[in-house]
């Protein structure tokens, strides 16, 4: 395999990170490969936020509730842009409503997404580790308010990027027969042997696994994220409405 597979097929989230903080050179060249990752019709919708004050990165990690995230290296928050472009277009133009659209909002949202994974492989490239954090929609607006967003941005990933202090066992993905199909969608049953297979697969990396050991399945997994309460994101459409998405 070529070095860029290699790296691809090698990615497992980090959490645990040394003191060491991001060069400003390490923080360019994350940027740089951002900037290059594929984006809808070149509109570049997203920009990205360093949060390096402390206090800020107080509040972040009791929105997601996970608090490693201020011993990262550098964080970095992922917005969906559309105000940029909203200034570049005549404030009289009636096409000014289009950049309030599900399908501007989605351009964003994709751009962003992009972005972070070009940022996340870069990364590893470069020796770091990363997790990409989507817990900061545990309260939106509270996010927004902290970086001061203006309209027509909205806040879609956290990305705690550092050196790592852990390697973790890499968890197995689904085999592709159930997640890659030819020329139409193929219906899954709940016994079907590739599924239950892959279940004594999960269950046997979390016996196995040097942290953490528990006993679960992929379905059981599936099934406990479905119990999540989901009221603590009930105000994300809310806040895309406050910063003016989703009103035209």
């Known amino acids: ?32 490969a951002a900037q290059h990752a594929p984006t809808s019709t070149f509109s570049q919708q ?11 990165l ?27 472009n909203q200034q570049l ?10 950049l309030h659209s599900l399908d501007k909002l989605l351009a964003a949202i994709f751009d962003a997404t992009i972005a972070t994974e070009a940022m996340v492989t870069a990364g590893e490239s470069m020796g ?18 902290l970086l001061d967003l203006p309209p027509l941005t909205f806040p879609i990933l956290g990305l705690a990027m550092g050196h790592p202090a852990e390697q973790p066992e890499q968890k197995p993905r689904l085999p592709q027969s159930l ?36 006993d679960e399945t992929f379905t059981h997994h599936i099934i406990s994220e479905m119990n999540r309460d989901p009221q603590n994101r009930a105000t994300i459409l809310t806040a895309l409405q406050h910063q003016g998405f989703l009103t035209h």
């Open 128 to 145: 770091l580790g990363s997790t990409i954090m989507g817990s900061i929609l545990n309260d939106a607006q509270r996010v927004i308010d």
């Open 46 to 56: 997203y920009s990205i936020i360093s949060v390096t004050d402390p206090k800020k």
């Open 89 to 98: 277009v005549p404030a009289t133009a009636t096409t000014q409503a289009n």
């Open 179 to 214: 997640m890659h199909f030819t020329d139409g969608y193929q219906r899954l049953a709940a016994n079907d042997p590739t599924l239950m297979a892959y279940d004594h697969l999960i269950t046997d990396y979390y016996h196995q696994r040097g942290s953490h050991q528990r």
């Open 58 to 84: 107080a509040v972040l990690s009791d929105i997601t509730g996970h608090h490693w995230l201020k011993r990262a290296g550098h964080y970095f928050i992922m917005v969906a842009d559309q105000y940029r």
């Open 1 to 32: 395999m070529n070095p860029t597979l290699t790296t691809l097929m090698a990615h497992r989230s980090i959490r645990q990170f040394t003191d060491q903080p991001l060069t400003a050179t390490e923080v360019d060249t994350l940027i740089t």
